[in-house]
């Protein structure tokens, strides 16, 4: 098989650049995805209908094996992370949409500083201006026609207003509200500090996916596109240091695919992998791992950047629970400045849920998460092993900056006062310092197991007394009390440390940078340094992380490597 395009991965990206190169009908394209498809007749109902992370954790919707370490690194070596720190499961999408397909439906733009800035790191041709139309040609705005609003794009998006809020979280607006903090309906028009209800790739309570918005129908007949879903690619192929095809298996058998050009977008921890085992990175790690090296790139891997996040959990009165009829629980976004200094404006988000999972414990409880939308520490992606089949050493490194850890301690003082406090206490039965462990993550499944479990224990809470403080001991990690945690600083620093996680926003590995930076990997159009006819496109490719959810960004740099490509 011959084509002129294949693009590795058909998450946000890769859905994007299939749609817009195969529109030219002089150009064959491959699309493989390793996880299933979801064609437009045949959407899960779990993808379709749920609001976040659809048939949890199943082999069928994401990397099972793939594991992240969150602590600081300091100096240590990759195998003194292995022997000194446990690693945690880290949720990725293996699945055509990528995480558009099991996200919670979040589609918000960065700030126009956001982009601005990745023009002065290097990545010409990328500031806000620059990026502005490419949103707009994305979104098919429900709400909004403005200047800003994208109003003919292929992904809707759309609000739950506070019409429809928790009056916990009504309350909750209103108490930021009174410390200069203002409310907008639309956070396309965020310029200072503000909160605002969630922007969501939802039409008519149900999901709209890269995959769903992209490869339509119509553009799935298209002759000219070939989409091998269920297919994973082993590895590169070169001659000298051209790209010239990728091996995969597609149902069980390893064919060789030629390709003109080669597109990574197999996401930011995925794509650095394939770059390593082809011999792109930095030259003595691949020594390490008997890799012979093809192209001494450091950058590869470096930079990896996410939003790490903590919060409190909250046991709500009756009068301050979601309506069961609301299908959406994620309720209200906040960007604010931390004012802490070397930090920039607007740097912080916090989140308030109206429930923490459709159960009927869920809906008992609610979070209040925060952290960094500008977080300064950074991690790295490296090989464990030269094998395909093994996946990456991924090591966030949070709160390895000072800064990080500086802000989340503000801010959890903070948000305490805002909860124990009017207007908001009047609807919080009880708060704790929130830990979103293993087994919490493991209820989210739907399997009978857990709908007994979640049952039980909401009909516990509501007896109140000793069940309630049962059910509520189980959720709280012993070692964080609130009043301690509130009042000692090793305390809160000690929950901090154990109980922060990503917000699954990985990106910043392959960096766009100018052609003299020893840390860049590809140029702004998207082709790596040092090699020929390989490009990358998608979340690894940020030269830093915009102050939101990074989907639809992602999709905006699909737009983008694709117009690169079809004005060459």
């Given at each position: ?296 790139r450091r950058g590869v891997g470096e930079n990896l950047l996410d939003h790490p996040l903590i919060g409190f959990g909250v046991h709500l009165r009756d009068h301050g629970r979601l309506s069961p009829a609301a299908r959406n629980g994620f309720l209200m976004h906040m960007r604010w400045s931390s004012g802490h200094p070397d930090c920039a404006p607007v740097d912080m988000k916090l989140t308030v849920s109206g429930r923490f999972a459709a159960t009927r414990l869920g809906q008992r409880l609610a979070t209040v998460n925060f952290g960094p939308n500008k977080a300064y520490s950074k991690g790295i992606v490296r090989l464990n ?184």
């Amino acid at each position: 098989m011959l084509f002129d395009h294949v693009i590795v991965g058909g998450g946000s990206a890769g859905c994007v650049l299939a749609n817009r190169l195969s529109a030219d009908p002089r150009r064959s394209v491959c699309l493989v995805e390793a996880g299933p498809d979801t064609p437009p007749e045949a959407v899960p109902d779990a993808i379709y209908s749920d609001a976040f992370l659809p048939d949890y954790f199943q082999p069928y919707r994401y990397w099972t094996g793939l594991e992240a370490y969150t602590g600081a690194l300091g100096n240590k070596s990759q195998a003194q992370v292995k022997a000194d720190m446990k690693p945690r499961r880290y949720e990725q999408a293996r699945v055509m949409g990528g995480g558009s397909s099991v996200n919670g439906q979040v589609l918000i733009r960065g700030l126009a500083a956001d982009y601005d800035e990745w023009q002065e790191l290097g990545a010409s041709g990328w500031s806000w201006n620059d990026c502005l139309p490419l949103f707009k040609r994305i979104e098919r705005d429900l709400d909004f026609a403005t200047p800003l609003s994208g109003t003919q794009g292929r992904i809707p998006i759309r609000r739950t207003f506070p019409e429809h809020w928790s009056p916990f979280a009504l309350a909750f607006r209103d108490a930021v509200g009174k410390v200069g903090i203002p409310y907008l309906d639309d956070s396309h028009q965020q310029t200072g500090d503000a909160c605002f209800p969630f922007g969501r790739n939802n039409a008519y309570n149900h999901r709209v996916s890269a995959a769903a918005g992209y490869l339509d129908e119509s553009t799935r007949r298209r002759p000219n596109l070939r989409i091998l879903a269920g297919s994973t690619v082993r590895s590169l192929t070169f001659e000298g240091r051209r790209a010239t095809g990728v091996n995969v298996v597609i149902k069980g058998q390893e064919q060789w695919i030629e390709a003109g050009e080669i597109i990574l977008s197999a996401g930011a921890l995925h794509t650095p992998a394939l770059l390593m085992r082809a011999g792109i990175g930095r030259a003595e790690h691949l020594g390490e791992v008997n890799v012979p090296v093809l192209c001494d790139r450091r950058g590869v891997g470096e930079n990896l950047l996410d939003h790490p996040l903590i919060g409190f959990g909250v046991h709500l009165r009756d009068h301050g629970r979601l309506s069961p009829a609301a299908r959406n629980g994620f309720l209200m976004h906040m960007r604010w400045s931390s004012g802490h200094p070397d930090c920039a404006p607007v740097d912080m988000k916090l989140t308030v849920s109206g429930r923490f999972a459709a159960t009927r414990l869920g809906q008992r409880l609610a979070t209040v998460n925060f952290g960094p939308n500008k977080a300064y520490s950074k991690g790295i992606v490296r090989l464990n092993a030269a094998s395909p089949e093994a996946e990456p050493f991924v090591a966030f490194n949070y709160l390895s900056d000072e800064r990080d850890l500086a802000r989340f301690k503000s801010t959890a003082r903070r948000v305490a006062g805002f909860l124990s406090t009017d207007p908001v206490s009047g609807f919080v039965s009880g708060f704790w310092p929130g830990i979103y462990a293993e087994s919490l993550r493991n209820l989210s499944a739907p399997t009978p197991w857990n709908r007994l479990v979640t049952n039980v224990a909401a009909s516990l809470l509501d007896l109140g007394g000793p069940a309630r403080r049962m059910v509520l001991g189980a959720a709280v990690d012993q070692r964080f009390p609130l009043e301690r945690t509130l009042a000692d600083d090793a305390t809160m620093e000690a929950w901090i440390r154990a109980g922060v996680q990503g917000d699954w926003h990985p990106c910043g590995t392959c960096r766009i940078g100018a052609p003299d930076d020893p840390y860049a990997v590809v140029d702004p159009k998207g082709l790596v340094y040092g090699v020929e006819r390989l490009r990358v496109a998608d979340a690894s490719i940020m030269p830093s992380i915009p102050s939101a959810n990074i989907n639809l960004t992602t999709m905006m740099i699909g737009e983008k490597i694709a117009d690169s490509i079809l004005g060459a």
